[in-house]
Every structure is written in structure tokens, then in C-alpha cells.
């Protein structure tokens, strides 16, 4: 679709302001019921959801023309979707995330990115990675010395696939390894791309670059297909998101399971067994892209119609993706299966959880704003009485990691398999 094919919905979105908060009947505090991080930090309409169909439909209509600010105000939007499962709360008939990034599209087309964006495409291009500086031939440095299947020599079950953050981030690349080496100590049949092992590109896509995501995607496709596996498993919530959903939408025909999905199925066949304590109390964070925006693709063709003239509806019915249907259990479910740990929930969960603020491109291009957002987050979870914040996906621990509380306190950020690997 292009931006003016939005334009009915444009013109549909009544100004109910819904996109700014959780549901009311979950709200438990004022203090955390907003949802939106974009509106929440530039106090200004612009920013939320209803501002973004707004601005759209005075460009399309070529009523405004692209300033500093209006660019500005399309790429500062997460991609976190929670305006989308929001407004899904009463609406079935608008596609508020798509929109949003269908906006930031329209203003890659017209040539208004930023420069750090080029940067990072410009990276996916030469190194097959957005994480500009990091080199092609050290990708799979993180894996040297493990016993896993080169999927490009002989066949496996299983493709894992540690995305690019996992595989180049120093601090974070034991946990991929850790991933893999629990895999393998189960007795499943895992394996990895070899050389074909690239960036999943759902970064691009998130920040407005369709092409490049497309041409990248369309070449991975064919890995995981030359490869022949049943399943792919990825720790990174960004490569879950791709895979599941837009990778699908693409033809893409292969299972796709996030660790923590087949580590609870690993724990409850029995697999994996605990042998120690964890006396802690944890509070945990559903990444955007494994919860409300982790739900599978569901193929639609059709059209609208208006019954008496008045009422919108679809014809076959569409697909609403209210989030209901993200990753949500296996988590929780892992961490309760725990010897002595607690866990304690922050306000905003599940499909209606605050964005720890990477998404987008964000920590890359205003690590400010993204900062502010993770910053939320930490003293949303301070206020749970938790010691720590478990999650599942690594651009959300490195930006909860270095970010801080309001108040300046910080919080140890684990990612789930540490846990389960401490109590092992
Ligand atoms: S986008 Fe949805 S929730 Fe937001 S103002 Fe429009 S109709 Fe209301
Ligand atoms: S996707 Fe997230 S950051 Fe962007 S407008 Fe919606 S709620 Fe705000």
C-alpha cells in the first residue's frame, strides 16, 4: 500500500485520543497509563498516533510540505505498536502501525532520512548488518568452538539464528553462545547459516527503508530454504517479528519459534531440569516484537464495504491484530517453573507494555529520546519491588542496561536463558 491509499483511514480516525494510553480498565496508576513513548517525550499531538494521520493526510492531500520538524516527528516513532493494539481496543477497521510506517516509507521515498539511518543501510548493504563498524567476517565469532551444523555443508532440524545485536555486542554474545550450547546439550538437532547467516533487516523495514528490508528478506528466504530446516529458532525478538510475520507475508513457508518458546518446551518434556535456588524477585519485560507485534501472519485478500451507506466492514472478514496472540506465557511461564524466584508484574504488560525505546532505529538515531523511553520503563519496574528485569531480546537489555530510573537508580537487566542457566 502507499501512503495515499491510507487516506480513508486518514479521514476515519475520530480523535479519541486512545492511541496515548493503555485501555482504561487497565490503567492502574495515572502514573503509568500513558503507552505512547513518542507523544509521552515531545508533549506535542504531532508525536501520537492521531497527529501522525493528521500530518499524513495534509501531505498527501500536498496541503504541507516536509520541514526539519516533520521529519523529525515521522522517524521519532518507536514502532512499538502500542497506538495500534490501543485503538484496536475499540476500532477494527484502522491499521495505526502500518500507517505510521507507511508514513516514515513515504518519507524515505522523498528522500528525507537521516543521515545515521544511511549509515546503517549503507552497513546492511556492504556487511549484511544495520550496526555500522562491525564487519561481515566477524559475525560468527560468537559461536567459535561450538559443535554446531554449517547448514550450508550438511542438513539440520533446526536453524538458530542469533540476529546481528547477539552475535556482534561483546556483552551480550555469551548468551547466544549460551542459547546454542543449551540446544545442543538437549540433543536438538541445531545448526547455523555459515556465511549465509545475515541480518534479518526487520530494523529496516521498522524505520521506512521497504526496498532494502525486501531485497534483504527475499535473499534470506532462499538461505532458510536452500538449508531445507523445519524450524527456525532466534533469541532476538526483532528476527522473531521478521520472521514470523514479515518474512510470511513474503511467502516464507518455515515454523519459526523464539528461544523462549522452545525453551519452555524443552523444560516441560523434561529436557531441562533445575537443580538450584534463585531466592530473587523479578519483574519482566515483554519486547514489543515478541508480544503484541509477535503474532503470526494471517493472509487476507478482499475488500471494503459499507452496509446502509454508513458502516465499514471488510469482506472476508480481516485479520485484527490486537496483540492478543504475542508471546506472552512462555516467558512467564520459565520463570515461574524457577526454583524460588518471584516474579513480579509491572502495570503495563503483556500487549499493553511500554517500549523500552530501541525500537526503530531509535537507540541509533536520538539514543536521547531512547534513553527517556528505557528510563520509564526502569522506574515502572523499581516500583514493582523487583531486584531485577528479565526480558527477552537484546536490543531491549542493552538499552535497559545502560539506561537509567528517573530518579537515577538503575536496575540489573538479565536476559531469561542466564536465569534458567544460574538455576540449572
Ligand atoms: S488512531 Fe485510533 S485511538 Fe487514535 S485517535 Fe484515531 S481512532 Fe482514536
Ligand atoms: S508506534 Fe509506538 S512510538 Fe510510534 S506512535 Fe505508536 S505508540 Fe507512539
Same mark, same amino acid.
Given at each position: ?5 491510507? /487516506? ?19 490503567? *492502574?496508576?495515572?502514573? @503509568?497509563?500513558?503507552?505512547? %513513548? ?11 498516533? &492521531? ?49 505510521? /510506517? ?6 524515505? $521515498? ?6 545515521? *539511518? ?41 536453524? @538458530? ?8 555486542? %561483546?556483552?551480550? *554474545? ?14 536438538? #538437532? ?6 549465509? #547467516? ?36 532466534? %533469541? ?34 523434561? &529436557?531441562?531440569?533445575?537443580?538450584? *535456588? ?8 515483554? %519486547? ?31 485479520? &485484527? ?19 524460588? /524466584?518471584?516474579?513480579? $508484574?509491572?502495570?503495563?504488560? &503483556? ?45 531491549? $537489555? ?27
Amino acid at each position: 500500500m502507499a501512503l495515499k491509499d491510507f /487516506l480513508p483511514q486518514m479521514y476515519r480516525c475520530s480523535s479519541c485520543a486512545n492511541c496515548k494510553f493503555i485501555p482504561f480498565d487497565k490503567v *492502574q496508576s495515572a502514573r @503509568f497509563s500513558e503507552n505512547c %513513548p513518542s507523544i509521552c517525550y515531545f508533549s506535542f499531538h504531532s508525536y501520537a498516533a &492521531r497527529g501522525r494521520y493528521q500530518l499524513a493526510k495534509a501531505l498527501v492531500e500536498e496541503r504541507l510540505e516536509f520541514t526539519d520538524n516533520i521529519v523529525d516527528v515521522i522517524h521519532n516513532c518507536t514502532s512499538c505498536g502500542a497506538c495500534d493494539v490501543a485503538c484496536k481496543v475499540c476500532r477494527y477497521n484502522l491499521d495505526v502501525l502500518d500507517h505510521n /510506517l507507511e508514513l516514515k516509507a513515504y518519507a524515505v $521515498e522523498k528522500g528525507h532520512a537521516y543521515p545515521r *539511518q544511511k549509515e546503517m543501510i549503507g552497513s546492511l548493504k556492504s556487511e549484511q548488518t544495520m550496526i555500522p563498524g562491525m564487519k561481515k567476517k566477524d559475525r560468527a565469532g560468537w559461536a567459535d568452538g561450538l559443535k554446531a551444523k554449517d547448514l550450508s555443508k550438511e542438513k539440520a532440524e533446526v536453524a @538458530f539464528f542469533a540476529g546481528c545485536k547477539y552475535s556482534y555486542d %561483546p556483552e551480550l *554474545q555469551k548468551i547466544a553462545r549460551a542459547d546454542l550450547e543449551l540446544l545442543l546439550k538437549c540433543g536438538v #538437532d541445531a545448526g547455523l547459516l555459515g556465511a549465509a #547467516d545475515n541480518c534479518c533487516a526487520g530494523r529496516a523495514y521498522q524505520m521506512g527503508f521497504f526496498d532494502d528490508f525486501r531485497d534483504r528478506a527475499e535473499k534470506n528466504i532462499r538461505a532458510f530454504e536452500a538449508a531445507g530446516v523445519k524450524t527456525i529458532v532466534t %533469541p532476538c525478538s526483532d528476527c522473531y517479528h521478521a520472521f514470523k510475520r514479515l518474512y510470511a507475508k513474503l511467502g516464507m513457508d518455515i515454523k519459526v519459534m523464539h528461544f523462549v518458546e522452545y525453551l519452555e518446551s524443552l523444560i516441560n518434556d523434561g &529436557r531441562i531440569k533445575f537443580t538450584k *535456588q534463585l531466592p530473587m524477585t523479578v519483574t519482566y519485560h515483554d %519486547p514489543c516484537h515478541l508480544g503484541r507485534l509477535g503474532e503470526p501472519y494471517i493472509p487476507w485478500e478482499g475488500k471494503d464495504k459499507k452496509i446502509l451507506n454508513q458502516v465499514l466492514v471488510y469482506e472476508p472478514r480481516k485479520p &485484527r491484530y490486537n496483540g492478543a496472540y504475542g508471546i506472552y506465557d512462555a516467558p512467564r511461564n520459565i520463570l515461574r517453573s524457577i526454583p524460588g /524466584l518471584r516474579l513480579a $508484574e509491572m502495570e503495563r504488560i &503483556r500487549e499493553y507494555s511500554w517500549c523500552c525505546g530501541a525500537g526503530g532505529g531509535i537507540s541509533e538515531t536520538n539514543p536521547d529520546f531512547s534513553s527517556w523511553t528505557a528510563g520509564e520503563r526502569i522506574t515502572e519496574a523499581l516500583s514493582t519491588g523487583a531486584e531485577a528485569i528479565v526480558t527477552a531480546c537484546p536490543w531491549c $537489555e542493552s538499552n535497559l542496561r545502560s539506561s537509567q530510573a528517573e530518579d537515577g537508580r538503575k536496575l540489573p537487566v538479565f536476559d531469561i536463558a542466564e536465569l534458567v542457566l544460574k538455576a540449572l
